[in-house]
């Protein structure tokens, strides 16, 4: 009936907040994707999702620091509302078993907070095919040499330059291990990148390698975040931002 009032929600009895990763052909998942899949899970691992007020209500489910599309990643983070409470544990291997191949849930912890807070910076392995060491080393020398690298990117507002030198806090050259997957030896850079606004991610790293070391790719790079968390000024590493959860009473 136009007009009538929705029935009030069941209260949050408790929220939970995940861990999870985008591996193989889920890279290429966008975030809105990655939402529907969610919800599609929820449902079917009959969790007790809390739900929104209003005549639109929808599942009271938030999103922290999503990857970039493309980008595989091991550390992905949303938080969850529940109406009665659940064992962590539970959920994590529900949720699991409902996401399609190549979304893994990692870690479900209880806590409160404000977890987007907590992360502040991202590690990324970033696999540069068919470029040797040799051949990087020098451009990211010459690239951590600068102040300032100014790259352009377009953005929802249209195209934006940006400096994404001050962003890197740490960018290292190794060589890849033998995979079979790559044969021969190539490129890796290790890079720590502080977060902020605009958010720089490793093509924009890229881009400014290309732009002031002439660092050109013959193939795409494989750009895979392997830690996001708390940024340690003093060691440039990435932290763990479920940690102090633990310390936590439970809701």
Known sequence: MAGEVPHPQLPVAQRLRVRYAKRGRMRFASHRDFGRALE????????PVAYSSGYHPHPRISYAGAAPTGAA???EFFEIALTRRCDPEEVRAALDEALPGGLDVLQVTTGAGGLPERLEASRWEVVLPEVAVEVASPAVSRFLGLQRVEVARMTKKGRRTFDCRAAV????????????DRPEECAILDMVLRHGTPSVRPDDVLAGLAEVAGLRLPLPAMMTRVAQGPFDAATGTVGDPFVSDRDTPQE
């Open 169 to 180: 806090q740490r960018l290292d050259v190794s060589v890849t291990a033998p995979d079979p």
């Open 73 to 75: 990643s091991a550390a």
């Open 40 to 47: 599609r899970a929820v449902r079917r691992a009959q969790l």
